[in-house]
């Protein structure tokens, strides 16, 4: 069964870069048919996308976020990141790692990681 | 595209039918999924493409709708259905997908 895992730092300082990875596990990262993908959820608010990523390298980012994002994925350690900068506070909310097949406007998200609470704060 | 989800909140009894509604600010055509949360945990996937249950998703959640105007259906609440229920459009590409701000069921 697919199972994502996310790691982060917990507490990030305002204008650093947030760092977040998912691991993969259960399943493949390295095939066709599937984006990986992040999405947050600020404490007591609903939810924000933010980007997918295929095995290709091929992204998609939120135009609200593009400017600071950079989505990136290793095959060969069955993982994904999410680069984040310059943070502020308003980057503070639980962020999930998903996936999604493929194609055009399959953009629902069958899976989901348990979610990492990143605080930006100094 | 600007997701609006109604009421905020929806006081139910149990075995009682709940009806969740979900607005775009323009055609998605049946690009809508459903998504259940409890406290404390990740979203859920109950329901893509307007009206097709996801895997394992019980029969007394139904979606529907098309174009501006969706409704999420669960005909006779569980104990378990208490949650919060989110919205999402799956129309735009490239991809820009947008959630509405959640409906929360409570116990009426």
């Known amino acids: 069964q697919l199972q994502l895992q996310e790691s982060g730092p917990g507490l990030v300082k305002p204008s650093e870069t947030l760092s977040v990875t998912c691991i993969v596990s259960?399943?493949?990262?390295?095939?066709?048919?599937?984006?990986w993908g992040w999405i947050r959820q600020p404490p007591g608010k609903g939810l924000e996308w933010i980007g997918d990523?295929?095995?290709?390298?091929?992204?998609y980012y939120n135009p609200s976020l593009k400017s600071r994002v950079t989505i990136s994925i290793d095959t060969s350690k069955k993982q994904f990141s999410l680069n984040l900068r310059p943070v502020t506070a308003a980057d503070t909310a639980v962020y999930y790692c998903?996936?999604?097949?493929?194609?055009?406007?399959?953009?629902?998200?069958?899976?989901w990681g348990q979610g990492t609470l990143v605080t930006v704060s100094s | 595209i600007l997701m609006t989800q109604s009421p905020n909140t929806l006081s139910v009894s149990l075995g009682e039918r709940a009806t969740l509604s979900c607005r775009a600010s323009?055609?998605?055509?049946?690009?809508l999924a459903w998504y259940q949360q409890k406290p404390g945990q990740a979203p859920r996937l109950l329901i893509y493409?307007?009206?097709t249950r996801a895997t394992g998703v019980p029969a007394r959640f139904s979606g529907s709708g098309s174009g501006t105007e969706f409704t999420l259906t669960i005909s006779s609440l569980q104990s378990e259905d208490f949650a919060l229920y989110h919205c999402?459009?799956?129309?735009?590409?490239?991809?820009?997908?947008?959630f509405g701000q959640g409906t929360k069921v409570e116990i009426k």
């Open positions: 999402q459009q799956h129309s735009t590409w490239p991809p820009s997908w947008t």
């Open positions: 493409g307007a009206t």
């Open positions: 323009q055609s998605i055509s049946n690009n």
């Open positions: 998903v996936r999604r097949r493929s194609g055009y406007t399959n953009g629902w998200y069958d899976s």
């Open positions: 259960g399943g493949s990262i390295g095939v066709s048919g599937y984006y």
């Open positions: 990523i295929y095995f290709s390298g091929t992204t």
